[in-house]
């Protein structure tokens, strides 16, 4: 989520070290001007504490590099909403201020207008950030983020030409504040299938009970070669040991 961060994973990717790199959709798009900006507690201070914070205008802009598409696993929320009383808990005290944003309505529309509609990532990477990856890392594809036979059918329609408005007076949350207030873009979400079944197309059409938990498998995608790796380290040790002692 920071200029610093970006370079050390660029140290480590090149040195062939496995990592994932998780910034939220928060981080990539608002900066602390508008934390800063003088309004009242509720909007700004208050609404934009999060962790990791955001960062100073330019930290935001660090994913537009060339080496962006090797950076960059996924693109998540950390979405946790708080309304205006609630944040109001930590007006005479910061650290009593509850920690969080939304995001998770509004993410694939800004990583869109920001990373596709600009020109940085093609089609295919916006998938592979926001679905693919995503599953693969939760150990639950194919069943996830794949259009294939045997999978569960989640898709998204998404119109490139459309536009679309951000705003606390239409957003689907019951909290009262957004942190996107009044952002425009292009690329907006007009369909939304679940099981094969469209659940959202401009009105919510799903009934409490019918989703269902899908249990993810400890270890998996991230940790394969692992061992291999370990085993080749441990061999390398040994043998450099051997030397250092023959020499000796």
Sequence with gaps: MSIDATEEIARAKMSGMKLLRNPEVSGLVLNDFLALEPRDFAHCVAQYVMSPPIRKSGHDK?????????????????????????????????????????????????????????????????????????????????RKGAIMEGSDADLIILNPNASFKISAASHHSRCDTNVYEGMTGMGKVEVTISGGRIVWDGELKVKPGSGKYIKMPPFGYLFEGIEKADLALLSSLHSSSRIGRSAA
Aim: proline share 4%; hydrophobic share 40%.
């Design 62 to 142: 660090s994913l537009s590099c060339p080496f962006l598409r090797i950076l960059l696993q996924l693109v998540g929320t950390d979405h946790c909403t708080f309304t205006k009383t609630q944040k109001a808990l930590g007006i005479d005290d910061f650290r009593k201020i509850p920690n969080g944003v939304n995001g998770i309505e509004e993410r694939m529309h800004l990583v869109w207008d920001l990373l596709v509609e600009s020109g940085q990532i093609s089609v295919m990477d916006y998938v592979r950030i926001t679905s693919t990856e995503c599953a693969r890392i939760f150990n639950i594809y194919p």
